[in-house]
């Protein structure tokens, strides 16, 4: 049987519970938020470790970055030394209105030259403003925090013999096939056809 106004009083009931709460809305403009350690904010650039090799452009799958570079010829260290030929990023941009902040460029960059910034506040009010260049996208890393230092990992590493000596805890059920011993040369015995 239906209660009429039996969906207000369960309303009214939250909404009573609510009410003698603090409430928990962060005053933003005027509060900084605290932001995990890994945010994924933008993404940033270090200028000098790019080499213009355009993996990051290749592997982004919604093309929102964009490089152009070209090649120059360093001089000769040696008598013998050949010239050598450079490439000079001439312009890297992101199209944050396209970008999908996936990070498989950050990934892909074997030069490590793209990072995660925590930076948050890039809001534009004209949608092509949203196409930042290498300037901006210089200015963010200093806005990278430093990585996580690497764990240490077991402070004892058992050897291989003792791990292999142990004895198991698992005993075979009875009636289930075990798999043959090894001979003595180490090998298993070779299984005859229709064995299985």
Request: with cysteine; hydrophobic share 35%.
């Given at each position: 049987?239906?209660?009429?106004?039996?969906?207000?009083?369960?309303?009214?009931?939250?909404?009573?519970?609510?009410?003698?709460r603090r409430a928990v809305t962060e005053q933003y403009?005027?509060?900084?938020?605290?932001?995990?350690?890994?945010?994924?904010?933008?993404?940033?650039?270090?200028?000098?470790?790019?080499?213009?090799?355009?993996?990051?452009?290749?592997?982004?799958?919604?093309?929102?970055?964009?490089?152009?570079?070209?090649?120059?010829?360093?001089?000769?260290?040696?008598?013998?030394?050949?010239?050598?030929?450079?490439?000079?990023?001439?312009?890297?941009?992101?199209?944050?209105?396209?970008?999908?902040?996936?990070?498989?460029?950050i990934e892909a960059c074997p030069f490590d030259a793209?990072?995660?910034?925590?930076?948050?506040?890039?809001?534009?009010?004209?949608?092509?403003?949203?196409?930042?260049?290498?300037?901006?996208?210089?200015?963010?890393?200093?806005?990278?925090?430093?990585?996580?230092?690497?764990?240490?990992?077991?402070?004892?590493?058992?050897?291989?013999?003792?791990?292999?000596?142990?004895?198991?805890?698992?005993?075979?059920?009875?009636?289930?096939?075990?798999?043959?011993?090894?001979?003595?040369?180490?090998?298993?015995?070779?299984?005859?056809?229709?064995?299985?």
């Amino acid at each position: 049987m239906v209660v009429p106004g039996k969906g207000l009083i369960d309303g009214l009931k939250v909404t009573a519970k609510t009410l003698g709460r603090r409430a928990v809305t962060e005053q933003y403009p005027d509060v900084q938020p605290e932001l995990a350690p890994r945010t994924r904010g933008v993404i940033a650039l270090m200028e000098e470790n790019c080499t213009s090799c355009m993996l990051c452009a290749r592997e982004c799958p919604s093309w929102c970055i964009y490089i152009d570079s070209h090649t120059e010829t360093a001089p000769s260290v040696g008598e013998q030394a050949r010239e050598r030929s450079r490439n000079v990023l001439d312009r890297f941009a992101i199209d944050f209105s396209l970008c999908m902040y996936c990070g498989i460029c950050i990934e892909a960059c074997p030069f490590d030259a793209l990072f995660w910034s925590p930076e948050f506040e890039y809001a534009e009010t004209e949608l092509r403003n949203l196409t930042h260049e290498k300037d901006r996208l210089r200015d963010w890393m200093w806005t990278v925090p430093a990585p996580q230092p690497i764990d240490p990992g077991p402070s004892v590493i058992e050897p291989i013999e003792a791990i292999e000596a142990a004895p198991s805890d698992a005993a075979p059920a009875a009636g289930s096939a075990s798999a043959p011993a090894p001979r003595e040369g180490g090998s298993t015995p070779p299984i005859a056809e229709g064995e299985e």
